[in-house]
């Protein structure tokens, strides 16, 4: 059997283990204790932690870090201290939910595994290399408000962007966004102390997030902090580029064959961008200003693409275990025959849980409706969740009257006997009526009971207030509109989400329910449409 190309696919097979798993994915691990007895199992080189705590030493000197970071900070210098790694690109005014939930369920994993006994540390990759600045989107508003982009599209990285406005229009915007939500003033209270003109974004980002989770020992990690370090891995990917493309090639077709998508393209070159003199992001083979001996000389210069990033961060972090999306978990497949053949970590891949805010309201709503928890998504087809026995009665009668004339045209269509035009035909003919008859029974799915059409339509009223637009809440929400909205605990209570959710590490997106006090812009209002951070594909 064809198994459907969906990232889905990736986590099923990662559920079912056996041999072609294993090759996949490397190590297994699914429950708590199993996750545990891996990481214990990781043992850093000592020289190799020294060397990354001297290169990020001088950046966590420049931020005001919480007094659990600090002491995080201290952890790291025994090399038997475990490293947690995930990550993810910063957006403005913290971002969609995702960022965080991402970022706490890296923390709530190393604080189980420190009360195990085994002494471990969250960090977080702040992907701020990206020249993306779609990735900066902020996230929808309750209020349908949308702050005004600050930075035009264009190839330079987000570490080298400066706001706009001035500070003050800038909270002013945020102030407007989130209207009249009760915490609204504390929010912008706490956001006035790190706004500023001088503030890159990905820097705003990590402060933010520190000031929010003061107390989750977390620290962060710019990636341009660990450019001398990196350069050895650039220059081993420079001299050995085909042989790096056609095992990243081989790879994505493998998973493939398996139905799971190898959702980053293969590019030919070196696998990293050279900052020019405008500070763009640029392939190495496109510029011919400076020669590559003079480009490799220069660490400064130089950052890796979306598929070597991993590696890059893997090699110089060492890290026990990283907490990835599904699409990363994809594209980091991509690279494992490479990992292999380079002899390079293959760390601990556990797929993130997700976080959907729900209100209560709308959960007994679609009970009500005969719909569960185990149903909800935003593709969920109101049509198969509330059936109509006499649309599919109809529908049985139409496939018994129609089938006779179809299988005839079938039969003229590949006649031996007959003329190629008419073969076509009656080719063209079948095709078309099978459109119109499976069209046809659409419509009477949706149009022949009204009761049925009217539970249906409560149901995609339902839908739309849970996931407007089509988007995960969690992908979609700005994080700042939420607390603003439920208040600052409300951060706490996403913890304990996750605290439940590492129990089993299978990619399930776990119900967060919230006050009822707000509810989601509505399909009629202006609808922005974020780019997914990264795609959730199954529920729990």
């Known amino acids: 059997?064809?198994?459907?190309?969906?990232?889905?696919?990736?986590?099923?097979?990662?559920?079912?283990?056996?041999?072609?798993?294993?090759?996949?994915?490397?190590?297994?691990?699914?429950?708590s204790e199993d996750v545990a007895r891996d990481v214990g199992d990781h043992h850093s080189d000592p020289e190799t932690r020294e060397r990354l705590i001297q290169a990020l030493r001088p950046l966590w000197a420049t931020l005001d870090l919480p007094e659990s970071s600090r002491l995080a900070q201290e952890r790291l210098n025994d090399p038997e201290?475990?490293?947690?790694?995930?990550?993810q690109q910063p957006a403005l005014w913290?971002?969609?939910?995702?960022?965080?939930?991402?970022?706490?369920?890296?923390?709530?994993?190393?604080?189980?595994?420190?009360?195990?006994?085994?002494?471990?540390?969250p960090l977080f990759w702040v992907a701020d290399?990206?020249?993306?600045?779609?990735?900066?989107?902020?996230?929808?508003?309750?209020?349908?408000?949308?702050?005004?982009?600050e930075f035009e599209p264009g190839l330079r990285p987000f570490y080298s962007l400066t706001p706009a406005s001035s500070a003050s229009e800038?909270?002013?915007?945020?102030?407007?966004?989130?209207?009249?939500?009760?915490?609204?003033e504390s929010v912008l209270q706490k956001c006035e102390k790190l706004i500023s003109e001088e503030v890159d974004p990905g820097r705003e980002f990590v402060e933010l997030l520190l000031e929010l989770l003061p107390d989750e020992g977390w620290l962060p990690v710019f990636p341009r902090a660990l450019r001398e370090l990196q350069m050895p891995l650039m220059k081993m990917a420079h001299e050995k580029a085909e042989e790096f493309q056609a095992e990243i090639q081989q790879a994505s077709m493998d998973q493939e064959a398996l139905g799971i998508p190898a959702p980053v393209r293969v590019r030919s070159g070196s696998p990293f961008f050279w900052h020019d003199e405008n500070g763009d992001r640029v392939r190495l083979e496109k510029t011919a200003t400076r020669s590559t001996a003079q480009l490799l000389g220069d660490p400064e210069a130089f950052s890796p693409d979306a598929l070597f990033r991993g590696i890059v961060q893997d090699v110089l972090l060492d890290p026990a275990a990283v907490i990835v999306g599904p699409t990363e978990l994809c594209y980091t497949l991509q690279t494992r025959r490479l990992r292999q053949l380079w002899n390079l970590p293959r760390p601990l891949l556990l797929p993130r849980p997700a976080v959907r805010p729900v209100q209560r309201d709308h959960l007994d709503r679609l009970e009500e409706l005969g719909i569960g928890l185990d149903r909800l998504g935003p593709k969920l087809d109101p049509i198969e969740v509330v059936p109509s026995p006499k649309?599919?009665?109809?529908?049985?009668?139409?496939?018994?009257?129609?089938?006779?004339?179809?299988q005839i045209l079938d039969s003229l269509a590949h006649e031996q006997h007959s003329n190629p035009t008419l073969n076509r035909k009656a080719a063209r003919m079948s095709l078309r009526w099978r459109q119109q008859l499976n069209a046809l029974k659409r419509s009477v799915e949706e149009g022949l009971d009204r009761d049925v059409e009217a539970r249906r339509q409560k149901v995609l009223a339902v839908l739309e207030d849970i996931f407007p637009g089509g988007l995960e809440p969690e992908r979609s929400r700005n994080l700042l509109d939420l607390i603003s909205w439920q208040g600052f605990d409300c951060l706490s209570d996403v913890a304990a989400v996750l605290d439940t959710a590492i129990r089993r590490w299978d990619g399930c997106v776990c119900?967060?329910?919230?006050?009822?006090?707000?509810?989601?812009?509505?399909?009629?209002?202006?609808?922005?449409?974020?780019?997914?951070?990264?795609?959730?594909?199954?529920s729990c």
């Open 391 to 406: 649309a599919e009665l109809r529908g049985q009668e139409l496939s018994l009257a129609a089938d006779p004339l179809l």
């Open 94 to 121: 913290g971002g969609p939910l995702l960022c965080t939930t991402k970022l706490l369920a890296a923390t709530r994993l190393a604080a189980d595994l420190n009360s195990q006994g085994i002494p471990a540390v």
């Open 170 to 184: 800038r909270l002013e915007a945020l102030k407007v966004s989130l209207g009249a939500a009760p915490h609204a």
């Open 81 to 87: 201290c475990r490293i947690i790694v995930t990550g």
């Open 511 to 538: 119900p967060w329910i919230i006050s009822e006090n707000c509810t989601h812009p509505r399909a009629n209002a202006p609808q922005k449409s974020p780019k997914e951070k990264d795609s959730d594909v199954s």
């Open 1 to 31: 059997m064809t198994m459907k190309k969906s990232p889905q696919n990736a986590l099923d097979l990662r559920l079912r283990g056996g041999a072609v798993a294993e090759d996949l994915f490397g190590k297994l691990a699914l429950g």
């Open 129 to 149: 290399d990206d020249h993306d600045v779609s990735e900066l989107d902020p996230g929808e508003f309750v209020s349908n408000k949308s702050i005004p982009a």
